[in-house]
């Protein structure tokens, strides 16, 4: 959906988005299991500077709900990862910062974007603040013991051969150190 600066001079803009799995790009390790919400208001915010110079920003704000799944990152298992997020965003005209670097430092306060030429194509808010909320690394449980380097069988599921049989020199002389501290 693409939010027109035009139709919000009129009147603010409602949306109630379902985004099916696939339809926004969130990257190869994110798994969106059923369909993505997005409901919420985007209206048109002018800023007078001085008698003739007006810039029109776009605020977004609503919320997003979505269920992923994502790799366990030691054993590749698939996490539950549910999504919930509100948001209050506002896109200011790509440009208009450029040269004034105290809007920067005040804008760190609030969420500000930029959009370009006639409006903000939802998809991208919306994948913005679903990127954001998911995390970048997910465990299935805290003691998950991954794979075997080895063999690739998944430790929480069996025991394999290989573990023990195979010790690096280096983890040995590391617990030789560690025992001879703790006696
Ligand atoms: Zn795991
Ligand atoms: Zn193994």
Redesign the pocket.
Known sequence: MFIEIRELEVHPVDFDEEFGPGALDLGPDLQQRDGLQATGRAQLVQEHHGKHLTIKDIRVNGKVSASFEIA?A??L?PVVHDVKREFDLLYRPLGSDAGREELSVTGAEAEIGYYQGEGLLLDDVVREQVLLAVPLKA???QD?K?LCPQCGKNL?EEQCSCAQLVEDPRWLALKDIRSKLEQ
């Open positions: 366990c030691r054993c298992e465990v299935c449980r998950c991954g929480n």
